[in-house]
C-alpha cells in the first residue's frame, strides 16, 4: 500500500483486532500487506486517522490583500497594474490580480456601472429634468432674460447636451476650468452635508441616511440660497480681476480651498460683461425631491428675489 494513504474501515478493524491478539507492527504489516508507517499512525490516533483537512495549494491573495486591491481600484481612474502596484502585491502576476477582480463582485457592479449602455438612461434623465423643471419655470423664476448656470463636467459638455440646449434656446453661463467659486450650489451642498450631520450625527444603514438626506433636502428654501444667489456678480467679477490668481485672495467673505483658474479673464469678460448682472438661474438635482418648485421653497432652480 503506497505511503501515505488512510487505512480503510475493515483494515483498521483487522488492525486493532491484530494488536489486541498479541501481535506486532511489523508482523501486521505482513499480514495485510500495509506499511509500517501507515499502521503506527493509525495506532497512534485511531479517531483521527484520516480525517485530516486537505489544504491543497495556498491562496496568492491573503483576505487582506484581496481588499487592498479591490480598496485601490475603487480610486478614479485607477487600472489594474496601478492598484497592484499602490497595494503592494508586486509578488503576484498581473493575470493572478486581474483573475481575481474580475471573479469579485464588486468588479461585476463597477462594470455594469459603467457599460455604455447605461449612458443614454443617466442622460435621458438628466434631460427630463431639464424639459419638466427648467424650461417650464426658468423665465417665471428668472425672467426673460435668464442664465442657466452648470459646471463643465462631461455629461453636461457632450455635443448631444449642448445641441439640446441650442435646439431650446437656453442661454448658457461660460464656465471656466477649476472654478469652484462660480458654482453655489458647492455652498448648498455644504449646508445639507452640516444639516445631515450636526451635532455629530450619525446613520446606521444607507436606508436611514437616504431618508434624512431626502427630508433635509425638502427643507431647503429661497432663502438658504438668497445670499448666495446675491453673491454671483461679485463672484464673476472677482474671478476676472484675480485673472490666474485664486478667487480666494480677494473674496474674503467666500472661503473655498485655493483652485487656480485656467481661462481667460478676458475671454470671460467679453462673455459676460453684457450680462451681468442679469439673473442667473442654477438647476439643482430634481431626483433627491418629490416635491413640485414653488414660489416658497424649490430645491430645483436658484432663482433671483428681484428682476
Known amino acids: 500500500m503506497p505511503r501515505g494513504i488512510s487505512l480503510t474501515e475493515f483494515q483498521k478493524g483487522q488492525a486493532i483486532a491484530y494488536i489486541n491478539d498479541g501481535k506486532t507492527i511489523l508482523e501486521i504489516t505482513g499480514i495485510l500487506k500495509i506499511s509500517k508507517s501507515a499502521i503506527s499512525e493509525f495506532l497512534k490516533n485511531p479517531d483521527a486517522h484520516g480525517k485530516r483537512e486537505k489544504t491543497g495549494r495556498p491562496r496568492k491573495l491573503t483576505p487582506k490583500e484581496q481588499r487592498n486591491l479591490l480598496r485601490q481600484l475603487k480610486k478614479r481612474g485607477a487600472s489594474i497594474p496601478t492598484a497592484q502596484r499602490e497595494s503592494g502585491l508586486t509578488h503576484i502576476t498581473r493575470q493572478i490580480a486581474f483573475n ?5 463582485k464588486q468588479f461585476q457592479f463597477k462594470k455594469r456601472k459603467h457599460h455604455p449602455k447605461w449612458t443614454k438612461n443617466i442622460l435621458l434623465i438628466d434631460w427630463r429634468g431639464l424639459e419638466t423643471e427648467l424650461l ?25 447636451v449642448k445641441k439640446w440646449f441650442g435646439d ?16 453655489i450650489v458647492e455652498n448648498v451642498w455644504t449646508m445639507l452635508v452640516e444639516r445631515v450631520y450636526g451635532q455629530g450625527r450619525q446613520y446606521e444603514n444607507a436606508k436611514e441616511l437616504h431618508e434624512s438626506l431626502d427630508s433635509v433636502w425638502n427643507t431647503f428654501c429661497q432663502k438658504d440660497i438668497q445670499n448666495l444667489y446675491d453673491s454671483m456678480p461679485n463672484r464673476v467679477f472677482e474671478l476676472i480681476q484675480a485673472g490666474a490668481r485664486t478667487a480666494e485672495e480677494t473674496l474674503k467673505s467666500f472661503p473655498m480651498d485655493q483652485r487656480y483658474y485656467r481661462s481667460s479673464s ?9 450680462r451681468i448682472p442679469k439673473t442667473f438661474a442654477l438647476q439643482g438635482d430634481p431626483s433627491r425631491s418629490t416635491h413640485p418648485p414653488s ?13
Do not use: M
Open 168 to 183: 431650446n434656446n437656453v442661454q448658457i453661463f461660460p464656465w471656466p476650468a477649476k472654478s469652484p467659486d462660480l458654482n
Open 100 to 104: 481575481y477582480v474580475q471573479r469579485s
Open 136 to 160: 417650464p419655470y426658468g423665465s417665471d423664476w428668472g425672467g426673460e432674460n435668464w442664465i442657466h448656470q452648470q459646471d463643465g463636467a462631461s455629461i453636461h459638455s457632450a455635443q448631444g
Open 295 to 307: 414660489s416658497k421653497c424649490s430645491p430645483y432652480i436658484i432663482s433671483p428675489g428681484r428682476p
Open 266 to 274: 478676458n475671454s470671460l469678460l467679453a462673455r459676460t460683461a453684457d
